[in-house]
């Protein structure tokens, strides 16, 4: 069980942290790439040839400014490809629209700007169609967040 976290520009880094993060907390195997759709097109052909070769089941791609990355990386493979927008200029509204609207039948799932860790999170619920174990650990995830949102809550609120 393995997921491509791919982004087009070292600045993104951070942004995409949250990806990897979320996917460390269900211990899914990830690999991080750096690759631009437009800068190094053959070399991102060349890495999705080998992500579908070496068994990788999701791919989390983040763009922004022109954000072709998701779309391009979603024409060239069957895997899921989730979308993160990022927050590049007009306030990441241009990349958010960039990756949703995406041509009949190359479909991007896309998650709200800069929201990688939500990237994460939907590969977690996709892996955990598959997955009897990592279905369990979403399941039990889940219902610790309610208790605990319950417990933080439960008493009102002061201002």
Do not use: W
């Amino acid at each position: 069980m393995k997921v491509a976290i791919i982004f087009g520009s070292k600045s993104d880094k951070d942004i995409m942290k949250g990806a990897a993060d979320a996917l460390k907390e269900f211990n899914i195997e990830y690999k991080a790439f750096i690759l631009s759709a437009h800068r190094v097109p053959e070399k991102l052909m060349e890495v999705l040839d080998n992500i579908e070769e070496e068994g990788y089941e999701c791919v989390i791609a983040g763009a922004g400014l022109a954000a072709h990355l998701p779309g391009v990386i979603a024409s060239h493979t069957i895997l899921p490809v989730i979308g993160v927008p990022i927050n590049a200029a007009l306030n990441g509204m241009d990349s958010l629209l960039a990756i949703v609207q995406m041509p009949k039948s190359i479909p991007v799932a896309t998650v709200g700007i800069n929201n990688s860790y939500n990237a994460g999170m939907l590969a977690v619920q996709i892996l955990s169609l598959k997955y009897p174990e990592v279905k369990e650990k979403l399941s039990q995830y889940r219902k610790n967040m309610k208790e605990k949102f319950i417990r933080d809550n439960n008493e009102g609120v002061e201002f």
